[in-house]
């Protein structure tokens, strides 16, 4: 492990991360989202930007999301874990960078650092503040914390008119991107409803944690959606393995808000 992570605050190492991606992508005018851009994106994605608003609003460059009532599951058998959650992505380089906080058994202080950034993925995780439980990383992490880069895509449209994603069609409602990035390519499918609403993203490259790891079938879910100044937002978000024995939901929250191209 990175001594410098060992001895440092999670605050302060998310907020220096977050600091680098500001400082290596700064907001300049972006401009404007035109139907044109929407020209080699198949029908259902052209619908859901239309229908969510975005037509007309800046490109996205980066966002930070707000969350409320996250909730974590660390395994089958234990009890949901109450979070608060900040979480930051940028576009111009497929980056993710989250910051979790909470007490296991709801007495000991908790705190984890999810992120993907310049290429690669880790997980950070203290108890108590200050003991380090282990920094995860490696290619399994980077193919991990990239698909989940992706699985987001469309909550900062802008992902998905960048040179490094493909899209191919797949049916009225639903389509299958890639994302190619640093040497490796995830892919998945977006799932939409008649209201052109994103519901579902399901993926076969995510690794869930274990010995040894392991390779399911994974997916995003989205259960609600909210209108803001002209804009549709997701609320409820959940995410769920999908395992030899069933289904296995282990994260949910809602999305209080989200800010486009902050700036610090």
């Given at each position: 492990m990175n001594v410098a992570a060992a001895v440092k605050s999670l605050d302060r190492i998310y907020q220096a991360e977050v600091s680098a991606e500001l400082a290596n992508h700064p907001v300049r005018s972006p401009?404007?989202?035109?139907?044109?851009?929407?020209?080699?994106?198949?029908?259902?994605?052209?619908?859901?930007?239309?229908?969510?608003?975005?037509?007309?609003?800046p490109h996205t460059l980066n966002m930070r999301i707000h969350w409320s009532g996250m909730q974590l599951k660390r395994s089958h058998d234990a009890d949901w874990m109450e979070l608060s959650c900040q979480q930051f992505n940028s576009v111009p380089a497929p980056t993710r960078i989250v910051l979790m906080k909470g007490r296991m058994a709801g007495v000991i202080p908790f705190e984890g650092r999810d992120k993907y950034q310049e290429g690669h993925g880790s997980m950070l995780i203290k108890v108590a503040k200050i003991i380090p439980l282990g920094e995860t990383?490696?290619?399994?992490?980077?193919?991990?914390?990239?698909?989940?880069?992706?699985?987001?895509?469309?909550?900062?449209?802008?992902?998905?008119?960048?040179?490094?994603?493909?899209?191919?069609?797949?049916?009225?409602?639903?389509?299958r991107a890639e994302l190619t990035y640093n040497g490796v390519t995830v892919s998945g499918i977006f799932h939409f409803n008649e209201a052109?609403?994103?519901?579902?993203?399901?993926?076969?490259?995510?690794?869930?944690?274990?010995?040894?790891?392991?390779?399911?079938?994974?997916?995003?879910?989205?259960?609600?959606?909210?209108?803001?100044?002209?804009?549709?937002?997701?609320?409820?978000?959940?995410?769920?393995?999908?395992?030899p024995g069933g289904d296995f939901t282990y994260v949910k929250g809602t999305i209080d808000s989200v800010e486009f191209n902050v700036k610090d």
């Open positions: 401009g404007l989202i035109t139907e044109s851009d929407l020209a080699g994106l198949p029908p259902p994605v052209q619908r859901y930007f239309r229908a969510g608003g975005f037509i007309g609003k990383t490696g290619s399994p992490m980077d193919t991990s914390g990239l698909v989940t880069v992706l699985s987001e895509a469309l909550l900062a449209p802008s992902y998905a008119l960048q040179g490094y994603m493909k899209w191919q069609p797949v049916d009225e409602r639903s389509a052109d609403e994103l519901v579902r993203f399901d993926t076969n490259d995510r690794w869930q944690d274990g010995t040894p790891l392991k390779q399911l079938p994974w997916s995003a879910n989205i259960e609600g959606y909210r209108v803001a100044q002209g804009i549709r937002y997701a609320t409820r978000v959940s995410a769920t393995w999908h395992e």
